[in-house]
């Protein structure tokens, strides 16, 4: 299928705004970067805690920075969640497993006494798991009269916790329970006399990554992408010319510099998702780039007295119709994911978004342009080493 037949567009005649674009965003994404010391780094690459507090209305902000500031050593970046979602994310720093551990505990410690009730004496059931509700219930049930043995104790507490898991994580009622099995009005009693019902949970998520461990992460990624970038250059220098090998290689990383640095402009985390979007970027971008090599090739075989620039664009325009086609429904996929896909999918699908409007556009004004770029210094060289050899043998000959 063709969307255009028989264009002629002169793409390499607008190479130079595209050229110059790329050279402004890169040169901000090396000021941004520098900076601001580097990317900014997810917990699973420099280590860290972090926790996601669910509240049952609009979370206090600034009040959770506040109280959390006066309780660590030092301050923890807590930023919304995702807008309508009641959500924060709370991050900590620590230098090794044990203070993470301890910075972990001293959040959840702090948060219990600003939202919860921590002097009443009853037990939290929006931040308590199923053994520490079964072990407070069972005598207070045997003393009003309920006949449960311990299994069954658990059982009912295990019921409880995924009723409230089920229902987004935080109960606003302890009532909304009287329709689980086995909930009889003296179990439900039971539970309102030995337990409350605080604004927030903290128990839903909470990751910790060990300094050592995020940077051993780090480098890998690093590797990883660097160990990409090689092999593509490897199998592209054997399959054309060692030239096409090193344009394409350093388009694909003219994407990924500024990805980066758009990221770091928008201060935006790099996760590992994010990497897993750069190194599908990387590949994506490397076919496009291989597609329109392959025909420059093809097309330099048929006809070799050709200008390389004309054969370049002739290339370029017969692509054309499967460079939009492709591009344009992985666009349409990938912003959907960024629109729609939630904030685990956002990272990724927002550097998938950056990385294909580079990449698209990279294959065709830079590359290409690379290629005939070293080809006329070639040859530029070939014919004043041409002219000058003459007049050498001249003047030997005198």
Do not use: C
Not at 241 to 261: C, N, P, Q, R, S
Not at 349 to 377: C, D, E, M, R
């Amino acid at each position: 299928m063709e969307l255009f037949k028989n264009t002629n567009f002169d793409f390499l005649g607008y190479k130079w705004p595209f050229i110059i674009a790329s050279l402004v965003l890169t040169a901000a994404g090396f000021v941004s970067l520098g900076v601001k010391g580097g990317p900014k780094y997810g917990i699973e690459f420099k280590g860290g805690m972090l926790m996601t507090v669910k509240f049952a209305s609009a979370p206090p902000v600034e009040q959770v920075r506040s109280v959390l500031t006066a309780a660590l050593s030092s301050a923890p970046t807590v930023q919304t969640f995702e807008s309508g979602s009641n959500e924060l994310v709370i991050g900590t720093e620590g230098e090794n497993d044990s203070a993470l551990g301890k910075n972990r505990q001293l959040v959840i410690d702090a948060l219990a006494k600003t939202f919860g009730q921590p002097g009443n004496g009853k037990l939290d059931l929006n931040n308590v798991g199923s053994g520490a509700l079964a072990s407070r219930l069972l005598d207070p049930l045997q003393r009003a009269g309920v006949q449960m043995a311990q299994p069954e104790v658990e059982k009912l507490a295990a019921s409880v916790m995924q009723y409230r898991d089920e229902h987004g994580g935080l109960l606003t009622k302890i009532d909304d329970l009287k329709s689980l099995p086995g909930l009889t009005q003296k179990v439900l009693t039971v539970l309102n006399q030995e337990s409350y019902l605080s604004p927030y949970t903290a128990t839903r998520n909470i990751e910790i990554v060990g300094p050592k461990v995020g940077a051993d992460l780090r480098q890998q990624a690093i590797n990883a992408t660097l160990l990409a970038l090689l092999g593509m250059l490897v199998y592209i220098w054997f399959r054309f010319e060692w030239i096409y090998g090193v344009g394409a290689v350093l388009a694909v990383f003219h994407d990924t510099l500024i990805t980066i640095g758009i990221f770091s402009l928008m201060d935006k985390e790099i996760t590992l998702t994010v990497i897993a979007s750069l190194l599908t970027l990387v590949g994506y971008s490397m076919n496009d780039t291989i597609v329109i090599f392959d025909r420059i090739r093809e097309n330099l075989q048929l006809n070799r007295k050709e200008k390389l620039e004309d054969v370049i664009n002739r290339s370029v325009n017969q692509t054309l119709s499967r460079t939009i086609m492709t591009s344009g429904l992985t666009f349409l996929a990938v912003l959907s994911l960024f629109l729609f896909g939630g904030p685990v999918l956002h990272g990724f699908s927002l550097a998938l978004v950056i990385g294909i409007i580079i990449g698209t556009y990279s294959s065709v004004f830079v590359a290409s342009p690379l290629v005939l770029f070293w080809h006329n210094w070639a040859d530029g060289r070939k014919k004043t080493a041409s002219a000058g050899a003459p007049k050498s043998v001249a003047t030997k000959a005198k």
